[in-house]
């Protein structure tokens, strides 16, 4: 009650910020609870199939428990199913790549779709864009840039990378899409459902239909399961539909340089991997653009 008050209080501006904040740190959870569900030798198509499975369920019970209505006008079907592939093929291209390269690495490189909705935004809709937006992609970017070096210099896998590329583009059309479109109308909770909803099908489909489905044998492969349906779908979808509700798609899309940060620390802090220089430095840089763009767009918005 305390803290929903308190967020209730702050400006629609910072709000959205701190969805934004929210939203990037659940989506790169990601690596979290997929690397354990690939050692169980789990597809990428399984491991989504119970992912958007099991969202979909925990949707409607918190839609029937909170009385939220999940009706939409048939006008806007199409448009959500358009939303909804999209997401698919983001979590899809995204998870492919995990076998192609380092989780870390994959995730990191996934931040370049904060530059192409810059782009989308001052191309098709005018999107004025200020200094202070510009230095804070510069900044994030050269923080991934960082993150991404290998230390012995090897060449990333060129599969992998164009992988992550589609997953990042797909996932840039999505939030100028929620912008600029109808789903802007619709409740974080409303275009979260219809988002995993109309995404479910695609790995039905490359599942044959449900015949190749891999069954889930291990409590920790259910804990996984669940937690992927939670935290990077649900939360994270429903954040970042309400960031780009009250701070606008570029806003949203900097912040998301939270997301390579966060998958930095699960590497150091679950799986034990060193944290060297080159990581230091890379997340002071991502976060300085983060709480760059944080200041920045709130300064915009107010004057």
């Known amino acids: 009650m305390i803290s929903q008050t308190v967020i209730s209080e702050l400006p629609d501006r910072l709000k959205g910020m701190l969805f934004g904040v929210i939203a990037a740190v659940t989506y790169g959870m990601n690596p979290l609870f997929t690397l354990p569900l690939y050692r169980e030798g789990l597809s990428p198509d399984s491991v989504l199939f119970y992912r958007y499975a099991f969202g979909i369920l925990l949707l409607v019970c918190w839609s029937v428990l909170r009385k939220i209505p999940l009706s939409v006008p048939l006008k806007d079907i199409p448009l959500l199913l358009f939303g909804g592939l999209l997401m698919a093929c983001s979590s899809l291209f995204l998870f492919l790549s995990y076998q192609k390269m380092d989780a870390g690495i994959a995730s990191t490189l996934l931040f370049t779709y904060p530059i192409l909705t810059v782009i989308f935004m001052t191309l098709f809709f005018h999107e004025k864009t200020c200094w202070g937006k510009i230095l804070s992609i510069l900044l994030a970017t050269s ?22 590329f589609m997953s990042s583009l797909s996932y840039a059309i999505y939030l100028v899409s929620v912008k600029v479109t109808r789903m802007k109308l619709y409740s974080p909770e409303i275009l979260a459902f219809y988002s995993i909803l109309f995404g479910f099908p695609l790995f039905l489909i490359r599942l044959d239909f449900g015949t190749n489905i891999q069954a889930l044998s291990t409590p920790l492969s259910w804990l996984c399961t669940c937690s992927l349906a939670l935290f990077p779908t649900i939360i994270s979808l429903a954040a970042t539909a309400a960031s780009i509700h009250l701070a606008g798609p570029t806003a949203t899309a900097v912040l998301g340089a939270l997301e390579p940060a966060t998958a930095v620390f699960i590497g150091v802090l679950i799986f034990h991997e060193p944290l060297t220089f080159r990581l230091l430095i890379g997340l002071l840089l991502i976060g300085s653009a983060a709480i760059l763009c944080a200041f920045d767009s709130e300064k915009f918005s107010s004057a």
């Open 143 to 164: 923080g991934v840039g960082v993150l991404c070096r290998s230390e012995n210099g090897a060449v990333l896998n060129l599969t992998g990378v164009f992988l992550v």
